[in-house]
């Protein structure tokens, strides 16, 4: 049956794959020889495994999924699983036999109201020859573009409303995307005349958003659970919110520590250290919006200062899932080999 994977001891991430790919819903129970629920896997828990650099089933296996009891009504499940922004949810006896799997089919899944704001006009200046011809967020990483790989992920978990920033080469991205029902998501655009950076290109956002909204960059590669910053966000009460990630360095030198007199204090040997950076991924109000100029440059940078300035609530909100910026060359091709699970 290819609606659940039977779990031996020579069974591979790529017999999973199969599987997965011939059903085409993204979703699989993994059982035993005697049909006990051992755990599931996603299209998100593949791709996280695959990006942290881990084939092996054990490990990749969500061994806690979200069950429920034989003998449930479909009607509370499907309540449920609209409640959580989920499209399956396996059933159940008392010796964790798998019973069935309960699907919300499309018109029964209620996505969340939320819009993604993605920053996709980057010129890509410094991958060079990859972006002579193609807008950068349109290279293609792990077989589909980095653009692609965003909406997939934020649709994943329950993020269907798009709007698309532009500049650099708009047309190949909006001929590409159209109006986004092929993906089963809605994509609205913006297009700069001019550079207007990752705050100011908010400003030509011309409908009323209603909710927090996510502004992200176009060129980042993550496995991010969105869910989890929206609530982190929204339970802070903040205005804006900012993802950060800790990122460890080794200097690779002896450093020398010597006062005003140049006398020699200490050497350290390849001291270390942990520092944060901004990730290039943001919740934030629809008041925002007020702050920023029309027809101006305005980096977000700019915008959280400001923010501080007026006393407003921001926060920071600390992933640990895999992150990588792709905007330089060897970064991007860093990308395609943590991807690359051949």
């Not at 979200?66 to 609209?82: D, P």
Request: glycine share 6%; with cysteine; hydrophobic share 40%.
């Amino acid at each position: 049956m290819t609606d659940r994977f039977i779990l031996k001891d020579d069974s591979t991430l790529y017999d999973v794959l199969r599987i997965l790919d011939s059903n085409g819903n993204g979703f699989l129970p993994i059982v035993n020889d005697e049909d006990q629920l051992l755990g599931i896997i996603t299209d998100g828990d593949l791709r996280r495994g695959i990006l942290n650099k881990t084939i092996e089933l054990e490990a990749i296996i969500n061994k806690s999924p979200i069950t429920a009891k034989y003998g449930t009504s479909h009607v509370v499940i499907k309540k449920q699983l609209r409640e959580i922004h989920r499209r399956q949810m396996p059933v159940v006896d008392e010796n964790n036999k798998l019973i069935e799997i309960v699907v919300l089919d499309e018109f029964e899944f209620v996505p969340k109201d939320n819009w993604v704001v993605i920053m996709a006009g980057g010129l890509g200046s410094r991958l060079g020859e990859l972006t002579r011809d193609t807008p950068k967020p349109m290279l293609n990483v792990g077989g589909k573009s980095i653009l692609q790989g965003i909406i997939e992920h934020f649709k994943s978990q329950g993020y269907c409303k798009f709007v698309l920033c532009l500049n650099f080469k708009a047309e190949i991205i909006e001929d590409y995307f159209q109006n986004g029902d092929w993906l089963g998501v809605e994509i609205k655009y913006t297009k700069e005349q001019k550079r207007l950076g990752t705050a100011g290109a908010l400003s030509l956002i011309d409908f009323p958003i209603e909710n927090s909204f996510f502004v992200v960059n176009g060129d980042v590669l993550t496995t991010i659970n969105y869910e989890e910053f929206m609530k982190f966000h929204k339970e802070n009460n903040s205005m804006a919110s900012m993802c950060i990630k800790k990122l460890h360095f080794e200097v690779p030198y002896a450093c020398v520590e010597f006062d005003t007199n140049k006398d020699l204090n200490a050497l350290r040997e390849k001291p270390s250290f942990d520092y944060f950076i901004n990730t290039g991924i943001y919740v934030l109000e629809p008041a925002v919006l007020e702050k920023i100029p029309k027809d101006g440059f305005f980096d977000m940078p700019q915008l959280f200062q400001q923010l501080l300035e007026e006393k407003f609530t921001t926060k920071v909100f600390e992933m640990e899932d895999y992150w990588l910026d792709l905007g330089k060359l060897e970064d991007f091709n860093k990308g395609n080999r943590d991807l690359n699970i051949e």
